[in-house]
């Protein structure tokens, strides 16, 4: 949160208060002008000078509301010529000022009307105000303190002390300054908020807590504080009390579309896809004209393996906003999950090259070229994009998988040694490259892409899988094998394929049921690799159940596999012949 206004809020506030000054303008002059006209003798009755300021103020006034500025000052200035002690017109000289972006002398003029009217405490905001926009919170501090000193009882005065102290670098004083004024005002909810902000801002969130507790208690109509206390919650990784506190503001600004965006994503994190569909539903119905409802909701419906659910939030986003990218995008996914290759084409072919999805979408293309067959005519697009975008990753990405696919190994390996030129130091080209050297034999360098794309991205479960089930394979390092395997598992518990490696690791150890009760789970979260086949075909040859070895390398050898698993589940394959 911003403690300082900028520039252009405080000209935009300062310009909508002088509609407010205007209004008590003529009671203001009334009291200060001395009305004492007396006929000459032509019988015309000349204005008095007070009567005459008066006259050129309200011009200037005019004139300030046009944003004609040179001309309001001009005329400001006769009328402090013919009134020259009046506050007034000393604080409305210094307000124009200000908007003319002319600061010194605003700042001059505002302490010439303090000077003339040290009682009047609206100048001595108007100070406070400018000397902290302008970063000089030493000059503003007594302007403060005299402040609160004139008008002890205004929780704004308070409160714009509490703001130079800390502004100062002295947080311990700001919190006295509002403790000792809750003390005195214990009922004034608006300067308590400001407190509860302090103590967020200084680090003290769990004193904040607690005055959001009794601030929900004392105002429990209050949609700010349920918000703010929300929020809290949620940094304080305290979900239960954030929920409650996001549906009680909800519940009194159903509305609220921000809020309850963010509620959907806290119920997402617990694991309530469910509850956050409903959430979603209710910000439809209340937000008709907002795309964030829909977006996340087709997520979710992706997230939960229901395409046409999510197609249709797709469309829905369209028609309130037919260049939505994201929506041609994930249509165009959509599609080719549903085989419809063409269609998904015509979507993604709708993605404008400006866009940051589009080398994703191109990519895309290349794909549906060649699971339609059109092998060669996908190669050479991919070939021409990695030429023509040198350093977008997602073309580098798209042309090694078609080699990885194609087993050109030298030509993958030629390729994503180009992109590390421009594109250096990124994990996901150095995992391209562990996998490459992986399948073409070469353990030592995969193992030392892999661990080179770790070390740039040291959280990721992919990464930690390759390696772990790496080292399980080659019967070295299982101690850490097994660590890292664990801390993927941590962060995708339902991953087959860390689910296979675990397994994997158990069976390297010698302890051959633990790993078939790991490869069965595996196998039955991705039923097509090949590779998980395979290893149950290994542990029941371990087992000596050759009846079920034999069916699972049969499966494993019919899902197409690359040509070393291939030969490999071959072999393994005459070991169960009679």
Request: aromatic residues 10%; charged residues 25%.
């Amino acid at each position: 949160m911003k403690m300082i206004l900028s520039w252009k809020q405080f000209l935009a506030a300062i310009l909508s208060l002088t509609a407010a000054f205007s209004v008590v303008l003529g009671c203001e002059l009334v009291k200060k002008f001395s009305l004492h006209n007396a006929p000459d003798q032509a019988g015309y009755t000349p204005l008095s000078r007070e009567a005459e300021a008066r006259t050129f103020f309200s011009e200037g006034m005019q004139l300030m509301f046009d944003n004609k500025m040179p001309q309001a000052k001009a005329y400001f200035n006769k009328a402090l010529e013919l009134d020259p002690d009046s506050a007034y017109l000393h604080f409305k000289m210094a307000q124009a000022n200000a908007v003319s972006a002319d600061y010194p002398a605003a700042t001059a003029e505002a302490e010439s009307a303090i000077k003339l009217d040290p009682g009047w405490s609206e100048p001595y905001f108007f100070l406070i105000e400018m000397y902290l926009a302008g970063r000089k919170p030493d000059l503003a501090e007594p302007i403060a303190e005299k402040l609160v000193e004139i008008a002890p009882d205004d929780p704004l005065a308070c409160r714009d002390l509490a703001r130079v102290y800390e502004i100062r670098g002295l947080p311990a004083s700001a919190i006295v300054v509002l403790e000792d004024y809750l003390d005195q005002h214990p009922d004034q909810i608006y300067l308590k908020k400001e407190y509860a902000r302090l103590l967020i801002r200084t680090g003290r969130p769990e004193q904040a807590e607690k005055v959001y507790r009794q601030l929900s208690e004392d105002v429990p109509g209050d949609v700010e504080v349920w918000a703010e206390y929300a929020g809290l919650e949620v940094s304080l990784q305290k979900i239960p009390q954030a929920l409650q506190a996001y549906q009680e503001e909800l519940s009194l600004e159903p509305a609220n579309i921000q809020d309850r965006m963010e509620l959907v994503k806290i119920l997402v994190k617990q694991g309530k896809p469910g509850e956050a569909i409903a959430q979603l539903e209710t910000a439809k119905t209340t937000n008709p004209e907002s795309a964030d409802p829909w977006s996340f909701s087709a997520f979710l419906h992706l997230q939960q393996n229901q395409p046409d659910l999510a197609a249709d939030e797709y469309r829905h986003l369209l028609e309130l906003n037919p260049k939505a990218e994201e929506a041609i995008y994930n249509l165009g996914l959509i599609e080719t999950i549903r085989k419809n290759l063409p269609a998904a084409g015509k979507w993604f072919s709708q993605i404008p090259s400006a866009s940051k999805l589009y080398p994703d979408a191109q990519a895309r293309m290349v794909w549906l070229d060649y699971d339609q067959g059109k092998k060669e005519e996908a190669i050479q697009q991919a070939q021409a994009q990695v030429q023509e975008h040198p350093g977008k990753k997602p073309f580098y990405q798209i042309l090694a998988e078609i080699y990885q696919k194609e087993e050109r190994y030298d030509d993958a390996i030629r390729l994503l040694s180009d992109g590390l030129k421009h594109i250096p130091e990124d994990p996901d080209l150095f995992y391209s490259l562990a996998v490459i050297y992986s399948l073409e034999g070469d353990p030592q360098k995969s193992l030392e892409n892999a661990q080179a794309a770790l070390s740039l991205s040291p959280d990721n479960p992919e990464l930690l899988n390759f390696i772990g089930y790496s080292w399980a394979d080659a019967k070295i390092n299982l101690g850490q094998a097994e660590e890292y395997l664990k801390k993927a598992l941590g962060k995708e518990p339902e991953n087959g394929a860390v689910i296979d490696s675990m397994g994997w690791l158990y069976f390297q150890k010698g302890q051959t049921r633990e790993a078939l009760k790991w490869v069965l789970r595996a196998n039955e979260k991705m039923p097509g690799d090949p590779e998980i086949k395979k290893h149950l075909g290994q542990i029941y040859l371990k087992l000596g159940d050759i009846k079920k070895a034999r069916e699972y390398l049969q499966q494993a050898l019919s899902q197409k596999p690359h040509s070393g698993l291939k030969t490999q589940i071959e072999d393994l394959l005459k070991q169960t012949n009679p």
